[in-house]
């Protein structure tokens, strides 16, 4: 087996042990998606390294482990570390293709096929209801930090600059600040001049609808999946293809072969809402397959930061350069989604086109509420409250698992992943009509099958845990319990 060579490895030694950890981290996988390191390459025993470079022993070994879990290496008992023999080898995009051309939103549909559900037209959803207790996605309001928010605000709140008009791509500071935050938690590549700041990644996946498509094209999109991409991507004449899911994740079996798409709408890090996360190697297929077929990827990257037990995978979009790949996040989760603030990343190219349909379509995005923001990250706020929320969250997930196994054994199969806000209990039953009768006595889950995209969806419930008290999260359980 070829030694692989590291002699160029080199970290900035001023940073603390977390820092470096992600630093070798960062460059060990680099190499290997840059075909640097490739299948079968021997690494450098753990002491070796940590010897070369001059850092604890501890640090080498707790990169490797995060790489051995992620299927980037394999740890081979007294033979050594090599680069996963499995891994396959990444195809390098040319230019990627479409270069759309600012267009103006075109007219929804009549009525759109996908909003007609298998049991008939889908029900709007009663919007004034939607912060009850299980409602999927919705976080803790109460344990969010709302002093030192306010503090801001009010420290902000009198600039004169922010009274005024701003850029349409976002306020500066924000967009650093969302950039710096991207590269070291996600490993997404990019700048500040890539990131535009929209209104909820709603906003951010119709400025993508508005940008690719046209009548008649297609969209690959995982199933079953997240409804509001499926309300954005429709647009007029739009065929939405479903991709069914295997082990909870997007089917890499099932992507067609040849295919007229444009676009692939996919939760790589949290199917959402089945939970699944694609491994290493899943991922270097996804981006193959996209790189081969001129598709690109929306990746809607939306709680990855709620993954309880290990650092979540690296985000797709920063595992090759350039990747045609879309990346969008949201704060809706991370502080609260009544602030409508969400973020896309796109390549260099594409910022003037998304940055003037913004501007038509909605203008600014409020540079007060902007500016808070970048502060309260700048302020280190949101890294502890992301540490807090994870570990609350872990704590109701736990609790809401073993509340489903006193009450709801032999009736509901609980889909646990150990990461994000909400949990799928999976059960062929009339699952409208239960989220009908949860919805009378307060509690708001969601009906799986609404989630679905073809003939026979999956059908059980999508309960919301974020959100819930314990002695909640308890009585709703139990009036589940009791619907039999
Ligand atoms: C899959 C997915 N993407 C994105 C979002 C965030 O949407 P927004 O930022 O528009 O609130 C959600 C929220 O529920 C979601 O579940």
């Known amino acids: 087996m070829p030694q692989a060579r590291l002699d160029d490895l080199q970290l900035h030694r001023s940073i603390d042990a977390p820092a470096l950890q992600s630093q070798l981290y960062q460059a060990l996988s680099e190499r290997i998606f840059q075909g640097r390191l490739v299948p079968g390459d021997r690494l450098p025993a753990s002491r070796r390294l940590a010897r070369d470079l001059n850092i604890g022993r501890n640090t080498v070994l707790a990169v490797y482990d995060q790489l051995a879990a992620e299927g980037f290496i394999e740890q081979q008992p007294r033979r050594g570390v090599f680069v996963h023999p499995q891994l396959p080898l990444l195809k390098r995009p040319e230019t990627p293709r479409v270069t759309p051309a600012v267009s103006p939103p075109k007219p929804p549909a009549v009525t759109p096929p996908w909003l007609k559900g298998p049991d008939g037209p889908m029900t709007p959803p009663d919007w004034n209801e939607r912060n009850a207790p299980f409602t999927p996605g919705l976080p803790d309001l109460n344990a969010f930090p709302l002093r030192t928010w306010n503090r801001l605000l009010h420290h902000q709140e009198s600039r004169r600059s922010l009274m005024g008009y701003d850029g349409h791509q976002g306020f500066p500071p924000l967009r650093r ?27 951010a996946l119709s400025l993508i609808a508005a940008l690719f498509l046209d009548r008649g094209d297609r969209v690959l999109m995982e199933d079953p999946g997240y409804r509001g991409s499926r309300y954005a991507l429709h647009t007029a004449g739009v065929m939405l293809e479903p991709i069914p899911l295997k082990d909870e994740v997007l089917d890499l079996e099932r992507l067609p072969d040849t295919t007229e798409a444009k676009l692939l709408y996919c939760t790589p890090t949290h199917q ?45 979009q920063g595992l090759i350069d350039p990747a045609p790949v879309l990346y969008l996040g949201s704060f809706s989760k991370t502080l609260f989604p009544g602030l409508r603030l969400g973020y896309l990343v796109v390549p260099p190219h594409l910022v003037g086109a998304f940055t003037q349909l913004k501007r038509i379509q909605t203008g600014e995005t409020s540079p007060l509420l902007q500016a808070v923001t970048a502060e309260f990250i700048e302020e280190g706020h949101f890294h502890r409250h992301l540490r807090r929320m994870r570990q609350l969250y872990q704590h109701k997930w736990e609790h809401l698992q073993w509340l489903c196994e006193q009450y709801l054994e032999g009736l509901y199969t609980p889909i646990a992943q150990s990461a994000g806000m909400h949990l799928v209990l999976e059960r062929d039953v009339d699952d409208r009509a239960v989220a009908a009768r949860m919805a009378e006595v307060g509690y708001r889950p969601l009906a799986l099958s609404e989630y679905g995209l073809g003939e026979s969806p999956r059908r059980g419930l999508v309960v919301g845990f974020a959100s819930a008290d314990e002695s909640e999260l308890q009585t709703g359980i139990q009036r589940l319990a009791q619907l039999g």
């Open 272 to 316: 959402y809402p089945m939970g699944g996360i694609l491994t290493a190697s899943q991922r270097l297929r996804l981006l193959n397959w996209a790189v081969e077929r001129d598709v690109w990827i929306i990746e809607d990257d939306y709680d990855s930061e709620f993954h309880f037990y290990q650092k979540p995978f690296a985000a797709l």
């Open 177 to 203: 600040a969302i950039a710096d935050y991207l590269r070291s938690a996600r490993g997404v590549r990019c700048e500040p001049e890539q990131v535009i700041v929209t209104q909820g990644a709603q906003q």
